[in-house]
């Protein structure tokens, strides 16, 4: 049985648990004797004041915010979503770092890709911050002045502009980041990758704190694409260019994970070029030629090479030796090897001297060096113009709704790169207008895939003279959304075109190829009470708040919500099947193929009879659903344990 808890992962207790693994020898009494871990360490162990390490100011708050669980959950909102019965993608409404110690349970070494385009922090850019620390009512009040329906403080009060005339400037975004990057560690796959999406002012910051989070080991490259067209200017430079940085999440794992892609979305032109085939093709694959002859000036590469007809040829097709500016790309020894290799061709020319030109050849699968190569996009073909985004929202809005989004093109790119197995899922938690999403559904037509995607957008609010308010969208989320129905509809017209050729019918078709619908979720509070002691001030307090918890669950919960909140405390995905089955005029709900059966409504011998009978591995029953029947529960807890059932009451 899956523990339940009303609060997320426990980020510090799972951490101490595999490092006690690891080295047990050094708890004593559940604590880290530092002193003997630094023997056990040895020379490994360093000296605090001469360490390499980034800091910054109040970088303890990042660890604070990891530690500090959560006791939110999702609900469930049928109305935005699209064929929610059959779809397995994701949107989730909310502030992401709340989402992503939400998801800790549920997703833990699930995630294949993540996607993020984090606020850049140029001083323009908004963001949450600082995440709720530990701190007291005074010094948060001072912060915020907003109060939820509960009277408890709420976080958005805290979104603002985090300006260069702050002396915390560069803290306050590693702050921001560190907490959120280190809980994405913990969703991706063992052979799972990152992608960030950052500019000039703080590509380097953001470099020292990946090699932290994710191990200096672990770092794959430092991709540079360009963002828009400029041209120089007599006073300055024009930046065009921004970064993606990349990380695996174990580097050993890579050759499992990607190759930086044998696969590109557009190979049929990448193949162009390997158009000549020889008796290695079954190894080597197709090749291409390249002249060996070039304007190059080096005397010790002007020799001569002998031609299939015994005649002798020199750079630049010469048949004597004549120093002009010429020379082999290759030295003797190397033209040698791949003579002897067959890694040069000669073709009859009429417009040398010799008759001959002397070409290499350049294999798909083995480079001219007679090295095993792994083909994919160089990072000078990453142009991922904004204005190509702008145009597509265009294309989908009918006008400028978003305009700083990311190409469609470039995530098609990025997620090219990964090697996915069937419903591999990628995840975005600054999803910003959904083109993540776009460019996955776009990419699964393109290839028949199968991937899936989790999005999760705040619900920022749109300017009032924006295009996007004018047009009724009162948040980024909300346009979000509306991209991907947009684009799913676009992609799904695209499909019935392409199909009115084929003998299939067309619906058959696009219910077969891909995945065009989302489920959506909104952060919102537990459905359960939750215990605040720091309201409480005295014993009669306790005694009314201990009277009003008789009945776990607050007024108003709805049963879709509380089951969907146990299940992600439990650990299952949003995916999870579910079954409702109607027993003794009552709902029970079977989970995972009746590996759990939940009771949320009733409890009596006819439904205890149904458990029974249908023997899941685990039960979960409200404790408020035995009141006034002791006899009843005992009786009930006896069977199940005969029965070898896993009951859970709270």
């Known amino acids: 049985m899956k523990n339940f808890s009303k609060e997320s992962l426990n980020i510090t207790k799972e951490k101490l648990n595999e490092f006690k693994q690891l080295f047990p020898e050094v708890f004593s009494e559940g604590k880290v004797d530092f002193e003997r871990l630094k023997l056990i360490l040895g020379k490994n162990a360093s000296i605090s004041d001469e360490r390499y390490v980034l800091n910054w100011e109040n970088k303890r708050e990042a660890f604070t915010a990891i530690q500090t669980t959560t006791t939110k959950t999702l609900g469930f909102a049928p109305e935005e979503s699209v064929k929610p019965d059959s779809t397995e993608n994701v949107f989730i409404e909310g502030e992401n770092l709340e989402v992503l110690k939400i998801l800790q349970k549920s997703y833990f070494g699930k ?184 304007h190059n000036d080096s005397p010790r590469r002007n020799f001569a090479i002998e031609c299939p007809d015994g005649t002798l040829t020199y750079p630049n097709g010469r048949k004597e030796k004549i120093q002009e500016g010429w020379s082999w790309a290759w030295n003797e020894k190397r033209v040698e090897w791949a003579r002897k290799n067959n890694f040069l061709e000669f073709k009859k020319s009429s417009n040398t001297e010799s008759g001959w030109d002397v070409c290499y050849k350049n294999y798909l699968n083995v480079n001219s060096r007679g090295n095993s190569v792994e083909r994919g996009y160089s990072h000078k073909n990453l142009i991922a113009l904004n204005a190509n985004d702008t145009y597509a929202m265009k294309e989908l809005f009918g006008t400028a709704i978003f305009n700083h989004s990311k190409s469609v093109k470039l995530l098609k790119t990025i997620i090219s790169f990964i090697k996915f197995s069937s419903s591999d899922i990628v995840l975005d938690f600054f999803a910003g207008s959904s083109t993540t999403a776009q460019a996955v559904m776009e990419l699964n037509k393109e290839d028949n895939g199968n991937r899936k995607f989790i999005c999760v957008q705040l619900p920022e609010k749109t300017k009032e003279n924006s295009e996007a308010f004018k047009a009724g969208y009162k948040t980024i989320a909300e346009i979000s959304k509306e991209r991907i129905r947009r684009a799913a509809k676009k992609i799904e017209a695209e499909v019935k075109k392409e199909s009115s050729a084929t003998s299939f019918p067309q619906e058959e078709q696009i219910k077969e190829c891909m995945d065009l619908g989302f489920k959506a979720y909104k952060l919102k509070e537990s459905n359960f009470k939750i215990w605040r002691c720091d309201t409480i001030s005295d014993e ?111």
């Open 111 to 294: 995630i294949k890709m993540i996607y993020i385009d984090p606020p850049y922090n140029t001083g323009s850019d908004n963001f949450i911050y600082p995440d709720k620390f530990s701190e007291t009512k005074e010094e948060y009040l001072k912060k915020i002045k907003e109060k939820d329906e509960e009277g408890y403080l709420l976080k958005e009060g805290l979104f603002h502009k985090n300006s260069k005339e702050n002396g915390q400037f560069h803290s306050n975004w590693l702050n921001m980041m560190y907490p959120r990057l280190f809980l994405a560690k913990n969703l991706l796959k063992d052979d799972g990758v990152i992608f960030i999406s950052i500019d000039d002012n703080e590509v380097h910051n953001l470099r020292l704190l990946m090699n932290e989070i994710f191990g200096e080991e672990n770092f794959v490259s430092e991709i540079t694409c360009q963002k828009k067209t400029g041209h120089w200017h007599v006073e300055a430079i024009n930046t065009i260019t921004e970064h993606i940085i990349v990380y695996c999440k174990n580097k050993s794992k890579k050759n499992e994970l990607m190759s930086f892609s044998k696969n590109p979305h557009n190979l049929e032109k990448y193949l162009e070029r390997y158009k000549y085939k020889d008796e290695y093709i079954s190894t080597r694959g197709a090749y291409y030629t390249g002249e060996l002859s070039i």
């Open 540 to 650: 009669r307090e306790l005694e009314n708040l201990a009277d009003l918890f008789e009945d776990p669950l607050k007024e108003g919960a709805e049963a879709e919500n509380v089951l969907l909140e146990l299940l992600l405390k439990f650990g299952y995905d949003l995916n999870v099947k579910t079954e409702i089955m109607e027993v003794d005029e009552a709902k029970i709900y079977a989970v995972n193929n009746n590996e759990l059966i939940v009771c949320l409504e009733k409890i009596s011998n006819t439904i205890i009879s149904k458990i029974l009978e249908i023997k899941p591995s685990s039960c979960f029953m409200l404790d408020s659903l035995f009141k006034g029947q002791d006899s009843f529960k005992t009786n009930v807890v006896l069977q199940l344990q005969d029965a070898e059932i896993n009951l859970k009451v709270v």
